[in-house]
């Protein structure tokens, strides 16, 4: 991922159809009441052969806000994440007060900021685009996002300024892992337990941590990263403005770690916001571990663990490669296993198959199990090869690469992790026709 891309601007002047229109795809809906998701706020795009991932600061609705207060708030998200930020403005508009104050902020950034002069939906619109040089920018596009004029014009720019690479701060090697999980589940008591030290603050009140938190430590030589997020809520609750911003950077710790530790609290049945976060972390590719945390205070017999783990692996089917822990984390009870897992599913997240063996491997599932037919034609594996990690990354090539169905895909996908230990990490498959 080359980098970030933040969308600013006051409310109306089109940011989320810009951001739809950039992704391909209309999932950035404008409800005021129906909270934070992570589609309405990230969205990954390319151009140029450049992939990066962009932000709608438009999806943040601050109610209780004037106008010029949740821009401002919007601007620090953006200074705070962004690599590049496009400030979205109505070109039909005059420059208004918002306009000013935004700019003035998002200048003293030191960030590359590149206007969006936006609603210029024929050529009479565009020397009105020319007035927003007075906010002291070098670059003012002029484009429609409802129409896609001048979408290529903006998003050279973006990949102009954009970094060569983004910096790892981390020497490599370094595993890097998020606590995610709703509020109170006990992220934080973990982060502390795992550290060894309080570092977090810890309370019974939800939502106690605010930011995503970054602490270093080794263990047995090898370093380690635990970032401490906040509890995302359910949708449809109305959060208090700083919490809002705590669940944004706790999808972006998501984005920037290597393993995602679910942790759930095995003292309440699994519900459908759990289902959601665990989306989360699959969503991004991500190597998942998953915690049943407050064991100590479980009711359990000999069978409890059994029965849990098959009824977490029955509710959360497209994460069922994730190992299961269960810990007391209060009590520091097991956190060493958690430890321990995380780094074997590390090891995984960046095995590499030697393409001689893969391909034995799957020569004996098709022997075992052919792809079927369409429209009277046998489809075809050729070979494959892997060509990345993290998550590990195959290509099938097949004779027609438009018709291979999903369900022989995970057939071949167990298969795979039948012959080789892939326990915690995804694993993506991509379709090729062999010339």
Not at 227 to 252: C, F, H, M, P, W
Not at 319 to 348: M, W
Not at 350 to 378: E, I, K, Y
């Amino acid at each position: 991922m080359r980098g970030v891309v933040a969308i600013v601007g006051r409310p109306n002047v089109g940011k989320s159809s810009l951001f739809n229109r950039i992704i391909g795809d209309r999932v950035s809906i404008t409800d005021d009441a129906s909270g934070i998701t992570r589609d309405r706020i990230y969205g990954k795009a390319s151009w140029l052969n450049q992939d990066f991932r962009l932000i709608d600061t438009g999806g943040i609705i601050l109610k209780d806000e004037p106008f010029s207060k949740e821009i401002r708030a919007q601007a620090s998200l953006a200074i705070d994440e962004a690599d590049v930020i496009v400030m979205v403005v109505d070109v039909r508009a005059s420059i208004t007060v918002e306009d000013e104050d935004v700019m003035g902020i998002l200048q003293r950034s030191n960030k590359p900021v590149i206007i969006a002069a936006n609603k210029v939906d024929d050529n009479s619109f565009v020397e009105m685009s020319y007035d927003f040089y007075s906010l002291g920018v070098t670059d003012v596009i002029p484009i429609s996002a409802l129409h896609g004029i001048g979408l290529g014009d903006l998003l050279d720019k973006i990949i102009e300024y954009m970094p060569a690479e983004r910096k790892n701060p981390y020497e490599e090697g370094t595993i890097r892992f998020c606590l995610i999980g709703q509020p109170n589940v006990g992220k934080s008591t973990l982060s502390n337990a795992i550290v060894g030290e309080e570092r977090t603050i810890v309370s019974e009140i939800p939502g106690t941590t605010r930011d995503a938190v970054d602490t270093v430590f080794t263990r047995n030589g090898r370093k380690f990263v635990v970032v401490d997020t906040a509890g995302i809520r359910k949708q449809g609750k109305i959060y208090e403005n700083a919490e809002k911003y705590s669940v944004l950077r706790a999808l972006s710790a998501i984005e920037r770690c290597d393993i995602a530790v679910i942790i759930l609290d095995g003292t309440n049945d699994l519900c459908e916001q759990d289902k959601r976060i665990a989306g989360y972390a699959r969503e991004a590719n991500r190597a998942i571990v998953i915690v049943i945390n407050k064991w100590d205070i479980v009711e359990k017999d000999d069978k409890t663990m059994k029965k849990m783990t098959e009824k977490i692996k029955i509710q959360m089917p497209f994460i069922e490669f994730a190992p299961i822990i269960f810990l007391s984390a209060i009590r520091k009870e097991r956190v060493h296993l958690l430890l321990d897992e995380i780094e074997k599913v590390y090891n995984n997240f960046n095995r590499r198959v030697q393409t001689s063996v893969l391909n034995d491997v799957l020569l004996d599932a098709l022997l075992l199990n052919q792809p079927p037919m369409f429209n009277g034609n046998r489809l075809k594996l050729s070979y494959a090869t892997q060509d990345d990690v993290m998550p590990p990354s195959f290509v099938l090539f097949v004779n027609d690469e438009k018709h291979m169905h999903f369900s022989y895909l995970r057939y071949l996908e167990n298969k795979l992790r039948e012959s080789f230990d892939f326990s915690g990490s995804p694993l993506k498959f991509t379709l090729r026709k062999k010339e």
